[in-house]
């Protein structure tokens, strides 16, 4: 049984929604101010994992919204009780034959081409140490995911509205995210103290913390410049927000630092602001150019929230079972930092000790790697699991308003290539 409360909850341009199945609860325990921003559901189809669960639902989209783990905003507060999580989810693998990053984008390889051609005429920076570090990390490697991802969902949404080759917009909308996403992980390595990405350098370790920031700082502004050419006041509203999201998220990490309290909700939201805003705003603002009905924009904003919690879920995992060469960067770096992702958040409701060995910030020799030994026996790594698998789910149940297609099938591809990386 689960027990969910909620307070005035208003995530712009999103809102929530409660959904319950099998489960008791009371929708007087939100005030009347609440009641006009969210609804109490009982959805009694669809997927059934005999517990209550919370979906993002947009104003006017009647059944837009997908069941995932609780959520909380600066905003407000949701608190979520559970007894028996592990029970919630119904996760059996199937067998499927590996999957390749490389063969599911070659349906948009010619779109990735042009990008990577554009990506460094874009940044158009007359100081050439701004053109240097940029040009080092777009160099850096990396799959172009969220790109790829904006083709696939443009060229599958396209094909909806009668579009024969995308336009200028969704070009330029993959060009603007990736800069975007480029200029957040810049940022992240200063305020991480990180050396190494994709196993280089990284720019701050390379030209020191005033360029990093400084070239972090000039991508933002670049992209913002380009977003705005694009006179879409839609896309502009959705974007922006992405990046106010990133400092929220940062903010919201910094000031739980070795909080032992901190519960999943807050875990997702972080995750959300950090990870899954960028992909779910790229996947709708894909949709938007192509000019299909409303809903279906919707549920590729859907299909991309719950995909990118499902990718920050599995490479907290990683964190834990891989090692730093495969990584690409120190292993086990957020537990050591303070910074409590799903793992440890689970092991922590089955293992007193772990928390006072967290509270300690690892003083004692030996004290961290007896955390992770604890995070492994409490099963935090095997629940974790389970939650990625589960938004990865609502993920593909949301391309279902697509139309059977390649570029549909790579994008279902892409939740089980990530959920690979953990099996």
Known sequence: MVFLACRNFDPSPSRLDLVASRCRWS?????????????????????????????WIRPGIAGAGC??????????????????????????PKPRSPVSVSNLLQVVSDDLRTLNQNLKSITGADNPVLVSAAEQIFNAGGKRLRPALVFLVSRATTEIAGIKELTLQHQRLAEIIEMIHTASLIHDDVIDDSNIRRGKDTIHQLYGTRVAVLTGDFMFAQSSWHLANLENIEVIKLISQVIKDFASGEIKQASS???????????????????????????????????????????????????????????????????????????????????????????????????????????????LDEAIELVNKCG????????????????????????????????????????????
Not at 67 to 91: E, G, H, I, N
Not at 403 to 416: D, T, Y
Request: overall charge negative.
């Open 380 to 423: 935090g790594i095997d629940r974790a699991r389970d939650l990625a698998k589960e938004t990865a789910k609502l993920a593909i149940q949301s391309l279902q308003c697509l139309p059977v297609s390649k570029f549909r099938s790579a994008l279902e591809g892409i939740v089980n290539y990530n959920l690979e990386r953990i099996d």
């Open 27 to 55: 929708s007087n325990r939100c005030g009347m101010s609440s009641v006009n921003r969210f609804s109490f559901r009982n959805y009694g189809t669809g997927v059934d994992t005999g517990a209550c669960k919370l979906a």
């Open 257 to 367: 630092l070795f909080d032992c309290d901190v519960k999943l909700e807050e875990y997702l939201i972080k995750s959300y602001y950090k990870t899954a805003s960028l992909i779910a705003a790229s996947t709708k603002a894909a949709a938007i150019f192509s000019g299909v009905d409303g809903s279906i924009c919707e549920k590729m904003f859907e299909y991309g929230r719950n995909l990118g919690l499902s990718f920050q879920v599995v490479d907290d995992i990683l964190d834990f079972t891989e090692s730093e060469e495969q990584l690409g960067k120190p292993a086990v770096s957020d537990l050591e930092k303070g910074n409590l992702t799903a793992p440890v958040i689970f092991a922590l409701e089955k293992e007193p000790k772990l928390r006072e060995i967290i509270e300690s910030e690892f003083v004692e020799d030996g004290s």
């Open 67 to 92: 069941r995932v783990s609780s959520f909380q905003t600066p905003q407000s507060r949701l608190s979520v009780v559970a007894q028996d999580s592990a029970s919630t989810l119904d996760v059996s």
